[in-house]
């Protein structure tokens, strides 16, 4: 495999591991408001 | 219950699985024996197989320590690593599949460590099936850590009986049969900092489920 | 407070109680015992048709045919065993078991009668199955040992399960659902154990750690009892 093709797959699993963390940090947001609310 | 991460921690534990990625396909050297890159899934599969298997053990604790006291977060903290677990558990089994498709021609291959995770992912359904019959909560909490325990008493057995079933294809490039760790030291220090990666993951994955478990169980009483 | 010896008595008198009440009622309706042979007979027979009236050569069936029983007794446990648990919830007899006996000595009595009711299964079945599809035994003591043992172990694991989905709803499916990760390590045993009896092969280890599972869960299952029968 070409080292441009290792370059995308990185690529492509860094925009998905920022996409899930940014999720995750999400609903800790939604969480602590919810919590808050008690 | 507040979340125990501060801010900092998330970054950190982003920035570091960011690293874990660039040292997976950079930094480590392709292992021998395995067919062009196959060997970096390596980084991700193995921890999550060992997060599985962690997450089977915590829940047994967390069931223990509700039988005990009988107090609800260990009953929710017992449940949200049994979810977690059968996530972490499914990938495992997923990556396995794939990888071993790549190398061997074949998803399943009977190989002992294929096999033990199958059958944690089975228990794992079974211990959800168990919670979504039962209404009452408090014999659901119950009935769940009687069969998490009931679990973790049969698991041994599968560590003597699986291995002479089955036979072995599974690359024991990672602990050979004298202990000591045998990989290329650039490998094990990705392969261990993707553990501590995934092993954070979990922790803050389980605060947060637990969290909301909490959550929903006030609203249900109020 | 009455002296040590009395209380083991009277443990005993309970267990031997709920045993003897069980097969009592067992025996007046004979529905457990009329399900698990019809089940048990019904199954042997498609096995055998399946076959084919030549059945298999020792080549072929030797790997194979053990499985095969196992299967049929495990569906067989799983369609006969749970009542024992599920009648007491529907006809509202388990409150008054529960006065009528400590928990551990109920436990013992309805295992016993478990274990007792898989015995007679497999001597139903073992030799029928032997006869049905022409599979010769090599070791029969062996051969013996693993059925009772592995009946044993099946009644012991299904006793406590059995007593937890008389709880919850779906019961039949869901006991096989939880049964089943459970007594797989007893499953592989028994398979390898009898594939050996049958081939004349020793044992090796797999016996003792068919025992050793047979000890564990009944101590595990004795343990945890209270905690599912107890609100």
């Known amino acids: ?38 | 219950m507040k979340s125990r991460f501060a801010p900092a921690f998330k970054l950190l534990l982003w920035a570091w699985m960011c690293l874990v990625l660039a040292g997976a396909f950079f930094y480590a050297p392709l292992a021998a024996g395995f067919l062009g890159e196959s060997s970096r899934i390596l980084f991700f599969h193995v921890p999550m197989a060992w997060t599985a298997f962690v997450a089977f053990l915590a829940a047994a604790v967390w069931s223990g320590l509700y039988l005990a006291r009988r107090e609800p977060r260990h009953d929710r903290a017992a449940a949200a690593a049994v979810e977690l677990g059968f996530v972490f558990c499914l990938l495992a089994t997923v990556t396995g599949a794939m990888w071993a498709r790549t190398m061997w021609g074949a998803f399943w291959n009977w190989d002992p460590r294929q096999v033990s995770i199958v059958l944690v992912l089975i228990f794992y359904g079974a211990y959800l099936a168990l919670r979504g019959a039962v209404e009452d909560r408090e014999k659901r909490a119950r009935l769940g850590a009687v069969y998490a325990l009931l679990g973790l008493v049969v698991a041994p057995f599968f560590f003597w009986v699986v291995p002479r079933i089955t036979f072995s294809l599974h690359p024991d490039s990672i602990v050979n049969t004298r202990g000591t760790i045998d990989m290329e030291s650039r490998m094990l220090q990705v392969l261990l900092a993707s553990w501590v990666g995934f092993n954070a993951l979990f922790f803050w994955l389980h605060g947060l489920r637990c969290r909301l478990g909490a959550l929903a169980d006030r609203r249900l009483e109020a | 407070m009455p002296p040590p010896t009395s209380r083991s008595a009277d443990w005993l008198a309970q267990a031997a109680a709920v045993f003897a009440k069980e097969w009592r009622c067992e025996l007046r309706t004979r529905y457990a015992l009329n399900t698990l042979a019809l089940f048990a007979v019904t199954t042997l027979v498609v096995v055998s048709a399946g076959l084919g009236p030549l059945g298999t050569s020792a080549a072929e069936g030797t790997p194979v045919l053990p499985v095969l029983l196992w299967l049929i007794l495990l569906f067989a446990a799983a369609a006969g065993l749970p009542r024992g648990f599920v009648q007491e919830e529907e006809t509202h007899t388990a409150t008054a078991l529960r006065l009528a006996a400590t928990p551990s000595a109920l436990f013992c009595g309805k295992l016993l009668y478990g274990a007792s009711l898989m015995l007679a299964l497999e001597a139903l079945v073992a030799p029928l199955f032997l006869a049905l599809v022409q599979l010769e035994v090599a070791a029969p003591g062996l051969f013996a040992a693993t059925l009772l043992a592995g009946g044993y172990g099946l009644a012991a694991a299904s006793t406590l399960i059995a007593a937890m989905i008389a709880q919850a709803r779906g019961r039949s499916a869901l006991f096989a659902v939880l049964a089943f990760p459970i007594t797989l390590p007893l499953l592989l045993l028994v398979v390898e154990l009898t594939r050996n009896a049958v081939a004349g092969e020793p044992a090796g280890g797999a016996l003792t750690q068919l025992l050793l599972y047979d000890a564990t869960v009944t101590v595990a299952s004795m343990m945890l009892f209270p905690v599912v029968w107890n609100p």
């Open chain 1, 1 to 38: 495999m070409a080292s441009g093709g290792i370059g995308w797959v990185v690529a492509v699993n860094l925009v998905i591991w920022t996409g899930l963390f940014l999720m995750v940090l999400r609903l800790d947001r939604k969480l602590r408001d919810l919590e808050k609310d008690r």
